[in-house]
């Protein structure tokens, strides 16, 4: 084993002065004889999330499977105030050659630290470019078209609707996850801009992803008030959602993976972001020396890191022809007959 049990307790009591509350939780995932190692920092809501975090994971365990590579991960509890900390740490560590940071609270940390730090690659999962300050030549921001893929989930949700009335609700009120009620309500409006839109969120930090119960109570909330299908970008808090449309005998649309296993039946469908594959082509890059830093990558609809689901499994709750005319939609927004402005966000 390449790190020490003395250096597993100083990662462990280092990050738990720094935030002053509980214990983090960190863990080591091992592949043996190999020396490539790379740093994880999760977002807020942790793993099992069955969403955002999740994915980022699933993307490391891919890498160590196909390229032999070790990771270790942190998982700060609350608001991830500590972020900072824990990438410091992974910085530190003279055998951790990539750190991962999932999630754009990351984005303003992570181009500090990669400035102080010249010698480490770092990686940035839905990174927020800094006012003024250029992305550092050793970060890669990755980005997903959210919109455009919040724009097809929107068009669906108006082919569906028996109520004429749609939800959404996103995790904390943020300049991304506008991005995803933007795009949802355009999609809706191309399609039938009688059909009305109610929105939600969960709150105005961090731990707006980490809050099922509060997702339940807004989307009860929503499909009391006639919604019969609710588009949630809630992280963790999403998975509320879920059961409230299992409760009110609704649909939802989820964010990030399928969680179609989530509630069988109703679930509409997922606008998906393939975290997991981005996460392992970024280290394949690092593996064969073509990692580039300095900018921004976008994994959009084109080769379908940005996507929907559709199979056999929630093929009747869509239909066939709406299916039809939904790739219809996603092939003119690939060839740029429709526009959708990723920048351009609900005020």
Do not use: W
């Not at 002065?17 to 983090?24: A, I, R």
């Not at 959404?168 to 995803?180: P, Q, T, Y």
């Not at 119960?213 to 999403?238: F, N």
């Amino acid at each position: 084993m390449k790190h020490s049990l003395s250096l597993f307790l100083f990662f462990f009591f280092v990050l738990a002065g720094c935030s002053g509350q509980k214990k983090e939780e960190i863990a080591r995932e091992h592949s043996s004889g190999s020396k490539r190692q790379i740093g994880l920092v999760f977002d807020v809501g942790g793993r099992g999330d069955k969403s955002f975090n999740d994915s980022a994971y699933n993307g490391l365990e891919m890498a160590k499977a196909k390229h032999g590579v070790n990771f270790i991960y942190i998982e700060p509890h609350g608001e991830g105030a500590d972020r900072e900390a824990a990438l410091r740490t992974m910085a530190v560590d003279p055998d951790i050659g990539l750190i991962v940071g999932v999630g754009m609270l990351f984005s303003e940390d992570m181009t500090a630290i990669a400035s102080e730090f010249p010698d480490k690659k770092f990686v940035c999962i839905d990174y927020i470019p800094q006012p003024k300050v250029a992305v550092p030549a050793n970060l890669q921001g990755i980005v997903f078209e959210e919109k455009k893929g919040s724009f097809l989930a929107g068009a669906l949700a108006a082919m569906v609707t028996k109520t004429k009335t749609v939800g959404f609700i996103g995790g904390m009120e943020s300049s991304v996850i506008k991005k995803f009620e933007t795009g949802f309500i355009d999609g809706v409006r191309s399609i039938n801009p009688a059909v009305r839109v109610i929105s939600g969120y969960i709150g105005m930090t961090g731990s707006a992803f980490a809050d099922p119960a509060k997702g339940r109570e807004l989307a009860l909330g929503q499909y009391g008030r006639g919604a019969d299908i609710i588009y949630q970008a809630a992280g963790a808090s999403g998975l509320g959602v879920i059961e409230a449309a299992r409760e009110s005998k609704a649909l939802v649309i989820c964010t990030d993976r399928d969680q179609e296993a989530e509630a069988p039946g109703f679930v509409l469908s997922s606008m998906t972001k393939a975290v997991d594959r981005a996460v392992l082509k970024t280290v394949e890059t690092v593996l064969d020396g073509s990692f580039k830093g300095g900018h921004v990558s976008v994994f959009g609809l084109a080769d379908r890191y940005t996507d929907y689901v559709y199979n056999d499994k929630n093929a009747s709750l869509i239909g066939r022809k709406n299916h039809q005319q939904l790739e219809e939609i996603r092939n003119k927004i690939v060839a740029g007959k429709i526009v959708v402005d990723e920048t351009a966000v609900v005020q």
